[in-house]
C-alpha cells in the first residue's frame, strides 16, 4: 500500500520521481506528491488524485533540483486530501518525509511534540515523522553524523510499520532510508543512485538493488550507498541483480495491465515449470532440501495466503492430499495469525503471496516459526519480505504483475503447488509413478492448452456485453472446480463492482437458491468427470427458476439447455483451474471495460496489502 520513490544524482530528479510514482500508482493512487531541494529549501508539490494532476501543478517541469522523494497514497490516517498527501514536513520545512505503513503510537507522539511547541496540519500518523526528525536534531548531542542520528532517534520512538525516505535541506547530498515491515529497496547507478517501495518503479535505470532489511539504515549518497543496523554500526551489504527487464512492466500496446497479463499466461507457466520438471527425471526444486526423513514426520500442511494467494492454497491443498497423503488446511493469513492455531514442529506452513509483501500472511509466517513449525514461501517477488523471513523459498517467477487484480500470480501459483505436490511425492514414494508422469505430462501441456483458452475471448466478450448492467451473479462448482468460482467471484467483485457469490454447487438448496430469481446469471465450472452430473442438476434447479447460465467446461455435454456454454481443453483434475480461470478472468476484465471502469486500479484497493 502506497507506493515511494526517490533519486540522487546528476540527472534532474522530477522526471524520473513521475516516472517511478506512474509505475507505483498500482500500490494506491488517492493522492500524489514530491519534495525536492531546490535553491537550498525543500519545495513540496502535492494533490488530491491521481499523479496525472500532481504533474498538471504548475511550475513542476521546471524544478531543477537533483535530488527529491515521492510518494502515492493509499489513505489508511486521514482522508485523500492534498494536506494529507506526502511528503510530510516539519514545522521549520527542514526535513521531508514519504512513509509507507503505518505509526501506530502517533497520538501519542502528537501529544509529546505539541507539548514542545509543534503544530500540525494534516490527520495522518505520518507528520510525526519529519517533526520528531527535527526536535531530536536540535535536541542531538553529537556531532558525528547529526541526521543520521536524529532520524534514528526519531525511528526509535516509532510504533507499526514503515519504510521512510527521508530528506533534508540541511544535507542536500543525501538520502536517509530505513524499515521495518515495509519493503524498500535501494537501486544502485552510475552517479546515481534509487530507492524506491518496489523494483519496477526503478527497473528502466538499474538492474541492480540492494534489499533492505527491518532496521536496517541507509545513507544515500550520488555516488556512495551506505548501510548501518539498528545500533547505527556501519556494514557492508550484497548487491542482487534483478533479471526482471524493463518492458515486462510495461504494458506492450496491451490497453491495460490486465490484458497483458492474462496473456502472458502460456509463457509465465513456461517460466514456471522451467527445468524444474521433466518427463521421466524426479520433479527438483534447486532451492529446497526436503529429505524422506523429515516429511515423514509431517502430520499436517497449513497453507496461509490472502485473496486470489489463499484460493490458488485451495487448489494445492487437493494436488498435497491426492498426491502425499498428508492432511492439508488451508487458512486466511489474517484469521491464522489471531486464532492461535495448533502448530508444533511437526507442521509444514506453506505462504502464498505473489508481492511477498502481505502484512497478515508476513505475520502469520513469523507466528508458526515461533512455534517451531518449518517455512516455505511460494511468492513472485525475489528478496520480498515473506521471502526472507521463511526457512524455504520457491519463486513463481511469472515476470511483474502490475494490476491490481492477480491473474498470472494465480495459475503459477497452482502449477507451482503442484509440482511441489509431485516432488513431496516422489521423496516419499507414496504414489505410483505412472500417475505422477501422466500428471506431469499434462503440466507440461498447459502453455499451449492456455493458448487454446485464450482463443474463445471473442465468445466471452460476447457474454461480458449481454451481462455487463447487472447487480447480481453466482458462481458455482465442485471439488476444485469450487475454488475457481471462489476466484471468478472475488476477480467480479474487485475490477467490476457487481456484487457476486460463489457456492459450492451442492450447498445451493442449504439457502442461497433463494437468491435466484428470473434473469440472474449464474455461471458455472465443470470439470470434473466424477461429479458432472451432479452439478448439471444443480444447474437445472437453477434454470427452473428462470436463472441464464453460462458454464465453463472441458466435458462433451449432450442434451443440455444452458444458454451459454465456454468449451476448454481438457486436462488432470489437478491443475484444470488453470485453464478454467482463465474464461473468469476475461469475463470481468470485458466486463470491468464495457462499464467502462478502470481495469488496472479498481477503487479502494491496492497491489500489495502492506497494512493489517
Ligand atoms: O501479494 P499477495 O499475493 O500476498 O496478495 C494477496 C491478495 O491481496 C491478492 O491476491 C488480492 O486478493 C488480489 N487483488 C486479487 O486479485
Redesign the pocket.
Known amino acids: 500500500m502506497c507506493g515511494s520513490v526517490g533519486y540522487i544524482g546528476d540527472k534532474q530528479a522530477t522526471p524520473i520521481l513521475m516516472n517511478g510514482l506512474l509505475s507505483l500508482e498500482y500500490r494506491g493512487y488517492d493522492s500524489a506528491g514530491i519534495a525536492v531541494i531546490e535553491n537550498n529549501e525543500i519545495t513540496v508539490m502535492k494533490d488530491k488524485g491521481r499523479v496525472a494532476n500532481l504533474k498538471a501543478i504548475d511550475g513542476i517541469d521546471t524544478l531543477t533540483s537533483q535530488v527529491g522523494i515521492a510518494h502515492t497514497r493509499w489513505a489508511t490516517h486521514g482522508k485523500p486530501s492534498k494536506e494529507n498527501a506526502h511528503p510530510h514536513v516539519d514545522n521549520h520545512n527542514q526535513f521531508a518525509v514519504v512513509h509507507n505503513g503505518i505509526i501506530e503510537n502517533y497520538h501519542e507522539l502528537k501529544e509529546f511534540l505539541t507539548q514542545k511547541g509543534y503544530h500540525f496540519i494534516s490527520q495522518t500518523d505520518t507528520e510525526v515523522i519529519p517533526n520528531l526528525i527535527d526536535y531530536y536534531y536540535k535536541n542531538g548531542i553529537s556531532d558525528e553524523d547529526p541526521f543520521l542520528r536524529a532520524v534514528k532517534s526519531a525511528v526509535d520512538n516509532l510504533k507499526g510499520s514503515y519504510a521512510l525516505e527521508v530528506i533534508s535541506k540541511l544535507f542536500p547530498d543525501r538520502i536517509i532510508v530505513v524499515r521495518k515491515d515495509s519493503p524498500l529497496v535501494i537501486g544502485k547507478g552510475k552517479k546515481e543512485n534509487f530507492v524506491a517501495s518496489d523494483i519496477p518503479a526503478i527497473l528502466a535505470y538499474t538492474k541492480d538493488f540492494y534489499l533492505l532489511d527491518d532496521y536496517e539504515y541507509a545513507v544515500i549518497k550520488q555516488d556512495e550507498i551506505h548501510f548501518y543496523d539498528n545500533t547505527l554500526l556501519e556494514h557492508s551489504k550484497a548487491i542482487k541483480n534483478i533479471e526482471w527487464d524493463a518492458t515486462s512492466a510495461e504494458k506492450n500496446g496491451y490497453e491495460d495491465y490486465m490484458l497483458k497479463e492474462i496473456y502472458e499466461q502460456p509463457n509465465s507457466i513456461r517460466e514456471t515449470i522451467g527445468s524444474r520438471l521433466k518427463l521421466g527425471e524426479p520433479c527438483s526444486f534447486d532451492d529446497l532440501d526436503f529429505t524422506k526423513e523429515y516429511l515423514d514426520t509431517i502430520h499436517q500442511i497449513y497453507i496461509v ?6 484460493h490458488a492454497g485451495l487448489v494445492g491443498k487437493t494436488a498435497l492430499e491426492r498426491l502425499c497423503h498428508i492432511p492439508v488446511q488451508v487458512d486466511i493469513a489474517s484469521e491464522f495469525r489471531y486464532r492461535d492455531p495448533i502448530i508444533d514442529e511437526k507442521t509444514l506452513c506453506i505462504y ?7 502484512a497478515d ?1 508476513l505475520a502469520a509466517l513469523k507466528l508458526a516459526k515461533s512455534k517451531g513449525a518449518k517455512t516455505l514461501a511460494i511468492s ?1 517477488v525475489i528478496g520480498s519480505s ?1 521471502t526472507r523471513e521463511a526457512d524455504y523459498t520457491i519463486y513463481t517467477h511469472a515476470g511483474p504483475e502490475i494490476a ?4 498470472k ?2 495459475t503459477s501459483q497452482v502449477v507451482l503447488i503442484c509440482m511441489l505436490a509431485i516432488h513431496f511425492a516422489e521423496i516419499l514414494d507414496c504414489k505410483q509413478e505412472s500417475v505422477l508422469e501422466n500428471l506431469k505430462s499434462d503440466i507440461l501441456d498447459l502453455p499451449t492448452k492456455i493458448e487454446a483458452v485464450l482463443d474463445k475471448a471473442e465468445e466471452v466478450q460476447k457474454f461480458a456485453k449481454k451481462v455487463y448492467t447487472e447487480h447480481d451473479m453466482y458462481f458455482l462448482g465442485r471439488g476444485t472446480d469450487y475454488h475457481v468460482a471462489m476466484e471468478g467471484s ?2 467480479l467483485k ?1 475490477i467490476s463492482y457487481i456484487h457476486s457469490e460463489a457456492y459450492a454447487a451442492g450447498e445451493l438448496k442449504h439457502g442461497p437458491i433463494a437468491l435466484i430469481e428470473n434473469g440472474i446469471t449464474v455461471i458455472t465450472i465443470l470439470t470434473n468427470p466424477d461429479l458432472v452430473e451432479k452439478s448439471i442438476s444443480n444447474i437445472q434447479e437453477v434454470i427452473t427458476r428462470g436463472a441464464k447460465t453460462l458454464v465453463v467446461t472441458n466435458q462433451k455435454l449432450s442434451n443440455v439447455n444452458f444458454d451459454y456454454v465456454i468449451n476448454i481443453p481438457e486436462t488432470n483434475e489437478l491443475i484444470s483451474p488453470i485453464l478454467s480461470v482463465i474464461p473468469l478472468q476475461l469475463l470481468s476484465y470485458y466486463i470491468s471495460k464495457n462499464k467502462g471502469l478502470d481495469v488496472d486500479k479498481p477503487r479502494n ?1 491496492a ?3 502492506t497494512v493489517e
Open positions: 495466503a490472502c485473496g486470489t494467494a489463499m502464498i503471496s505473489q508481492s511477498g509483501e502481505t500472511t513472485n515473506i491490481v487484480a492477480s491473474t500470480a494465480y472475488l476477480k474487485e484497493l497491489k500489495s496489502v
